[in-house]
């Protein structure tokens, strides 16, 4: 059963436009989320995290949202550039022993931005 | 200052074979995680290791080893090789505490024959 939830497998955004990923969780007990970008051939490559005692985390162009109440998270991007075409995960983690070690993956989403 | 280090890149093996992979952490960091990614999932966790004990396996069978060494690097071991275990293996290192983020290396593509 899958913990950590992408439903869309593939975005399209035209550049300079506003790009949303989502991401769904089961597990209440996750308490930090976080949002990977990962390029063909490279590992992935950490963007932005949100604490599950915030709603909104901002950084440059990336804002995560989280709603936890619809266990339920964002990550938007603005303005998107061509070089943001990636595959695009989110991940969980339930703070165990107080280290991030063991995070729960989604199966990503990718995102292509149009010229 | 360097990132998260994994060798080799890529390996090829035959069935039933052993493989061992390693990783160097960003210097500083304890806290070591193996991860398995396989075509069109997300990383899955295999096992973390911070100050040379294990702290965490995820569903993988016996057959999947780990240790971490007493300067914070980490080998992967796979014994008698499926073809189901061919993926691309990631490192992950980061501090140890809550809310740090897990930084990963380049990963090793292993391609079982």
């Known amino acids: 059963d899958q913990q950590v939830k992408q439903n869309s497998p593939s975005l399209s955004v035209q550049e300079g436009r506003i790009s949303i990923l989502n991401c769904d969780y089961t597990n209440s007990m996750f308490d930090y989320f976080l949002w990977y970008k990962k390029y063909p051939a490279e590992g992935p490559t950490f963007l932005i995290s949100i604490s599950s005692i915030k709603d909104k985390n901002e950084d440059g162009r990336f804002t995560v949202f989280l709603n936890k109440s619809a266990k339920h998270l964002s990550l938007h991007i603005v303005p998107s550039q061509p070089g943001d075409s990636a595959v695009y995960f989110c991940a969980a983690s339930a703070g165990y022993g107080g280290s991030q070690g063991n995070l729960i993956f989604g199966k990503g989403t990718k995102l292509s931005v149009k010229p | 200052d360097a990132g998260v280090t994994q060798s080799p890149t890529h390996l090829i093996k035959t069935r039933g074979q052993h493989v061992t992979l390693r990783c160097s952490p960003i210097?500083?960091?304890?806290?070591v995680s193996w991860y398995q990614q396989v075509l069109g999932q997300g990383p899955q966790f295999i096992f973390q290791y911070y100050e040379k004990e294990e702290r965490g396996r995820g569903n993988f069978p016996d057959r999947f080893s780990a240790r971490q060494f007493p300067n914070y690097s980490s080998e992967l071991n796979v014994n008698a090789l499926l073809l189901g275990d061919s993926a691309l293996y990631l490192c992950?290192?980061?501090?140890?505490?809550?809310?740090?983020?897990?930084?990963f290396g380049q990963g090793t593509r292993l391609t079982v024959v």
């Open positions: 992950a290192s980061s501090f140890v505490g809550e809310n740090t983020e897990a930084f």
């Open positions: 210097s500083g960091h304890k806290s």
